[in-house]
């Protein structure tokens, strides 16, 4: 990657006034997607499937430069109800479990598709079809609830011409299939935002005029809906012109919109014109999303060329992603990381030393502060909690006391209050058991103004 300009003016000046504090860290110069999308209010995240996670170095780009993921294939129907009535969920708790080691959020994907079902669903008699997808929601999404922050909950409804696809759940159930597969997944996992998704309705047209439609009448009805998912799969020069318009016509309507499966395809080989499109293709994409404050987040289908799904479906076409197929990064990358970066280019270092404040006996935890990125007016930091005690522990809670006015405005693997100063968190759903040794980690995007320093004390604790 180029070195960034400002840095090296900063470094420059640095050194010449011969300051006696400690150099910046190179590490928040260079500051990766997700730290940058923090900065903004907003995720960079990337899709994964399982067997890529025997890739060592994929896996350590994965772990560090995003912080979203959607498992790409394993949360499907195929995998999580193979058969009728018997659930499996072990590929797709992989990755929910690496991405929450990694603090990063995750993207549930996708409860009903016409697509990557298993072919018991096809005998399934039409009048019992909508009792056996509300039981693969609730199980589903019972399953991950309180884990994830957003579902996919139906996934490509509609046709090109905004007609409804004749799928088996629309020929069996009819219209309402989608609105009852939405109260489902509410009841279910009332903590994910629940998502409609689908590919071409990133600009104005048909398709598009049929999902706003069909947004606008779930939100008449009370039907329990909260973002559209736009997949984004693109093709180099063609990003629609509209695509920050259609964004903001769906915020308007009350709800999120998050780019969910971007990819920008090109005919191969590669060449240094087509890169130059692409990385321009990749900037206004971003730009569109950041200039809409609902739009939530921008997810990649899978961040290297080296497993993208583009070839196998497009022969003769591919590169479609930020890194090539050896992991390098293309000026595609560049493009999105300064969209990102704006104006908010991290310059300071992070400032301080973690705060430990353990304790002992039964029921006693430790926890540990960190400031993990500072950018200005904004930084990510993380809590590791850890049993010191002798005994189990079901529940935790950390408390602290800000000392500069810094607010929490996201938080993840744990739930927060904040008033004033004074910040408690409480472990998650799936977070709160821990063996006597064992830790576990919650992170969260704050503001700060003037300065930022590290609370003086925490604590741990059982209540
Ligand atoms: O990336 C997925 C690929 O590995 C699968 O073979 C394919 C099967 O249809 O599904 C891919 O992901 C799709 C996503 O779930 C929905 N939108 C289109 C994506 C590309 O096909």
């Known amino acids: 990657m180029r070195p960034r300009v400002p840095l090296t003016i900063g470094v420059a000046a640095f050194l010449a006034l011969g300051a006696a504090i400690a150099v910046p860290n190179i590490a928040s110069a260079s500051a990766t997607l997700g730290q940058h999308a923090a900065a903004r209010g907003k995720y960079f995240g990337s899709a994964t499937d399982n067997p890529e996670l025997t890739d060592a170095p994929y896996v350590s780009i994965l772990s560090s430069e995003f912080n979203q993921i959607t498992p790409g294939n394993t949360m499907k129907w195929q995998y999580t109800e193979p058969q009728q009535g018997q659930f499996s969920y072990g590929q797709a708790d992989t990755v929910v479990s690496l991405a929450r080691s990694n603090n990063q959020s995750v993207r549930g994907h996708t409860l009903v598709w016409h697509s990557q079902y298993p072919s018991w669903v096809d005998s399934v008699p039409a009048n019992q079809l909508l009792g056996v997808m509300r039981n693969h929601v609730t199980n589903v999404a019972g399953h991950f609830q309180g884990q994830l922050i957003h579902w996919d909950v139906v996934n490509e409804a509609f046709e090109e011409n905004g007609t409804r696809r004749q799928s088996v759940f629309q020929r069996n159930i009819g219209d309402s299939y989608i609105a009852e597969a939405f109260r489902a997944a509410r009841a279910a996992d009332p903590t994910a935002k629940l998502y409609y998704n689908d590919y071409n309705i990133e600009g104005l047209g ?47 309507l009350g709800v999120d919109v998050a780019i969910t499966e971007l990819d920008i395809r090109m005919n191969l080989p590669r060449d240094a014109a087509k890169d130059a499109q692409q990385a321009n293709d990749y900037r206004a994409v971003v730009n569109a999303c950041l200039a809409v404050t609902r739009c939530v987040g921008i997810t990649v289908w899978d961040y290297t060329d080296k497993y993208s799904w583009i070839p196998s479906v497009f022969p003769g076409q591919g590169a479609a992603l930020p890194y090539d197929e050896n992991l390098n990064k293309k000026p595609a990358y560049t493009a999105i990381h300064d969209a990102l970066a704006g104006t908010t280019t ?24 960190q400031i993990v990125s500072q950018w200005t007016g904004g930084f990510q930091g993380s809590v590791t909690v850890r049993n010191t005690g002798t005994s189990a522990m079901n529940a935790w809670a950390v408390r602290w006391s800000f000392g500069a006015g810094q607010v929490i405005t996201n938080l993840w693997n744990g739930s927060v209050t904040q008033t004033s100063a004074n910040v408690a968190v409480r472990n998650a759903p799936y977070n709160g058991a821990l063996a006597p040794g064992a830790s576990t980690s919650f992170g969260f995007v704050a503001s700060w103004t003037g300065s930022n320093p590290a609370p003086a004390s925490l604590t741990c604790g059982i209540t």
């Open 206 to 252: 048909a398709k598009s005029d049929a999902v706003y439609a069909m947004v606008q009448q779930f939100k008449a009805q009370g039907v329990p809906i909260d973002g559209v998912g736009m997949q984004a799969h693109l093709i180099l020069g063609q990003v629609p012109s509209s695509i920050q318009q259609n964004i903001q016509r769906f915020a308007n």
């Open 346 to 369: 991290p310059t300071t270092p992070p400032p301080t030393s973690p705060t430990t404040t353990p304790t002992s006996g039964p029921g006693a935890c430790a926890a540990t502060y």
